[in-house]
């Protein structure tokens, strides 16, 4: 596991870690209790501790992958065009975002707030067309429930984005699909590299290959393992649960 300082080294150019974005780092790992509801079921849940180290290696490696890529890696502050279309989280992802959510409610209510805000409107436009359960915010597993979701909110915008800034109010806390997202990492199989269709213009394969950010899989698999849980959800029920 890197040293806390080092990831912070690494991370500061390629993220544009503010002042108060280091201090929440520099904070011991939280693990609070959350309550999740499935159907009949009340499951308390936390966030385990490894998911701290998860979260340290894959912005570091995201740090290292900034520096190979250089310009051809052009996310920013302002770049949201990932920031658009519903996507599965896990709920490793939930709980992370949960406990960033308590952070929030404690440190800065009135942003917890709005980001709450911004969900629930999120929920009560497209909701009604949400392929899974509503109460829970458990994404549906059948291959119609799935085929549903392939269309299912492709234009709305994450309830997490500042449309007047552009960026991630739980950004320390996004999840990990929004961690990954820009620069090569291996798809599918893990035969083939995919990245932002914004990034890499012009750049070869073999350049494109050199600036590969590998991402610990196993190790997020393990924390899942962990926790127990199984199934999906979206980022806007997270938010709010």
Request: aromatic share 4%; net charge negative; proline share 7%.
């Amino acid at each position: 596991m890197l040293p806390l300082e080092e990831v912070l080294r690494l991370a500061r150019p390629a993220l544009g870690l503010s002042s108060p974005q280091e201090a929440q780092l520099r904070k011991p790992a939280a693990n609070p209790k959350v309550v999740a509801v499935q159907p009949g079921i009340l499951v308390v849940m936390r966030l385990p501790a490894g998911d701290r180290e998860l979260v340290q290696i894959v912005d570091a490696a995201l740090a290292e992958t900034a520096r190979r890529s250089g310009e051809w890696l052009v996310c920013r502050l302002g770049c949201t065009q990932c920031c658009f279309g519903a996507f599965a989280i896990n709920e490793l992802d939930a709980l992370r975002l949960r406990a960033g959510m308590d952070a929030l409610r404690d440190a800065e209510p009135a942003l917890a707030a709005e980001i709450e805000r911004r969900a629930r409107a999120w929920i009560a436009e497209h909701g009604a067309d949400f392929p899974g359960d509503q109460e829970t915010g458990r994404l549906g597993g059948s291959d119609a429930e799935r085929e549903r979701f392939e269309e299912f909110a492709n234009e709305a915008a994450c309830p997490a984005l500042d449309p007047a800034t552009g960026r991630c109010d739980v950004y320390e806390w996004r999840p990990m699909t929004c961690r990954v997202f820009g620069p090569p990492v291996r798809m599918g199989d893990g035969n083939a590299l995919g990245h932002c269709e914004l990034c890499f213009a012009g750049a070869s394969t073999a350049e494109v290959a050199a600036c590969e950010m590998p991402v610990p899989h196993e190790l997020e698999a393990g924390l899942l393992d962990e926790i127990g849980a199984k199934g999906e959800t979206l980022v806007a029920f997270a938010l709010l649960r």
